[in-house]
């Protein structure tokens, strides 16, 4: 059963435009969320978090966007360049000090 | 510098072998966490630990064992009870549990031949 889900596994987008990550989650208690970029055979590195008081987060071009009644969350990246590509995760923090991690989705940029 | 260093990177192991692998952190962080990637999944808890002599089963901890000794170190054993142990095993830290970033080490993947 998952939780927290981002259903497009991958996606292409032309270097300097936005790129724009999904990710679903079913319980409306989850209340912190976190994105993380990972590239091939190396640990995920912490991108951006929204806790559920807010509806939107910004660090330089990054944005996670959240909408609390629809259980979902969006990360964009503008501009997108060639090194954002890698495979993005969300967390959804589900109390009982864990988080639970959706499946990931493989961005690639196009030069 | 401070980090987390996982060790070693590639790991093969024989089918009925015992294999740690190894965990450290600088971060002087209390928390700890194992996780295990799988192709097309997410990343899924295997143990955690909040505090020095402390851990506590996560999601898929059958067939593994742990031990918080140190704060710094946070050893996973994949035993043979493990049934599909070829994975990626990702470790994690800290600063507590809850709402905090979670720190991740490089990785290691165990092959077992």
């Known amino acids: 059963d998952q939780q927290v889900k981002q259903n497009s596994p991958s996606l292409s987008v032309q270097e300097g435009r936005i790129s724009i990550l999904n990710c679903d989650y079913t319980?409306?208690?989850?209340?912190?969320f976190l994105w993380y970029k990972k590239y091939p055979a190396e640990g995920p590195t912490f991108l951006i978090s929204?806790?559920?008081?807010?509806d939107k987060n910004e660090d330089g071009r990054f944005t996670v966007f959240l909408n609390k009644s629809a259980k979902h969350l969006s990360l964009h990246i503008v501009p997108s360049q060639p090194g954002d590509s890698a495979v993005y995760f969300c967390?959804?923090?589900?109390?009982?000090?864990?988080?639970?991690f959706g499946t990931g989705t493989r961005l690639k940029v196009l030069a | 510098d401070g980090g987390i260093t996982q060790s070693p990177k590639y790991l093969f192991r024989k089918e009925g072998q015992n294999v740690t692998l190894s965990c450290e952190q600088n971060?002087?962080?209390?928390?700890m966490y194992w996780y295990r990637q799988d192709p097309g999944q997410g990343l899924r808890l295997i143990y955690y630990?909040?505090?020095?002599?402390?851990?506590q089963k996560g999601d898929i901890a059958e067939g593994y064992s742990v031990s918080r000794e140190k704060k710094e170190s946070f050893p996973l054993t994949v035993t043979s009870a493990q049934k599909n142990p070829t994975a990626f095993y990702l470790c994690?830290?800290?600063?507590?549990?809850?709402?905090?970033?979670?720190?991740f080490g490089p990785g290691t993947r165990l092959t077992v031949l």
């Open positions: 994690a830290s800290s600063i507590g549990t809850g709402y905090n970033e979670q720190f």
């Open positions: 319980n409306s208690m989850f209340d912190y």
């Open positions: 929204i806790s559920s008081i807010k």
């Open positions: 967390a959804a923090y589900s109390g009982t000090y864990k988080y639970i």
């Open positions: 971060l002087n962080h209390d928390a």
């Open positions: 630990s909040q505090i020095v002599n402390d851990f």
